[in-house]
């Protein structure tokens, strides 16, 4: 059981703006920095967004990432029918020194 | 632009030690942490911990008793070592260039099957 809690689905229409949350205990997600990664199927991680809301070099900027409270939440607007993928949130835990993932949210495209 | 390769045996026995090696290109592995995670067939992503150039490691609790990173720099290479494996530990096993908190796992292998099973 993750320490951070995804839907295990979400989907959209291409075109439509689509949201993944992602949520934590008390003051963890508040706490800690929150990357986003995608999977395409068959395909390694690849990463969206890290320290809550930055994008990588290269990342399309029709997803952004956000954080409120005991959540964070990543954006696809324009969705594409390349954006079918698992989404996974994941944190920097400083207690641990190390990385928590959340068990992963699948984006089908309608 | 650093690119990571796993390698390895595809099949190990159970109770016997899973050995894979990340060979690094593109760049020096004299920087940064180098981190393993691996993802069980159809499941999500677990981290196993990482080993900084100058050779500090931190791993996940739920691995710490039986897992040890390690660099080899003159060949630019980190290794992982789990030992007393069962069918649990049949992943796919990624490699990965790990900026912490301020980068995010930033680089990725393109991950290896490993099967436990005797």
């Known amino acids: 059981q993750s320490l951070l809690t995804q839907p295990p689905s979400v989907s959209g229409a291409p075109g439509q703006r689509v949201t993944i949350s992602c949520s934590g205990g008390?003051?963890?997600?508040?706490?800690?920095?929150v990357n986003w990664y995608q999977q395409l199927p068959g395909k390694a991680p690849k990463l969206l967004i890290y320290y809550d809301d930055l994008l990588p070099s290269g990342v399309s900027d029709r997803f952004s990432g956000s954080k409120s409270g005991t959540s964070a939440s990543l954006a696809i607007s324009g969705l594409q029918s390349e954006d079918e993928a698992h989404y996974y949130c994941?944190?920097?835990?400083?207690?641990?020194?190390?990385?928590?993932f959340g068990g992963g949210t699948k984006l089908t495209v309608l | 632009q650093v690119q990571l390769q796993e390698s390895g045996p595809a099949l190990v026995k159970p109770s016997e030690t899973l050995s894979l090696t990340c060979t690094v290109s593109g760049g020096s592995i004299n920087s940064h942490y180098w981190s393993w995670i691996r993802q069980p067939p159809g499941k999500g992503l677990e981290w196993i911990g990482y080993v900084y150039y100058r050779g500090t490691t931190r791993y996940s609790p739920a691995f710490t008793s039986r897992v040890s990173i390690s660099l080899d720099t003159s060949n630019n290479q980190f290794s992982l070592r789990l030992t007393s494996t069962t069918a649990a530990d049949t992943a796919v096993y990624y490699c990965?260039?790990?900026?912490?908190?301020?980068?995010?796992?930033?680089?990725w292998g393109r991950g290896t099957l490993v099967a436990v099973s005797s």
């Open positions: 008390t003051s963890y997600i508040e706490n800690n920095g």
């Open positions: 994941a944190l920097w835990d400083d207690s641990l020194n190390g990385w928590v």
């Open positions: 990965a260039r790990d900026g912490r908190a301020a980068a995010g796992i930033d680089s």
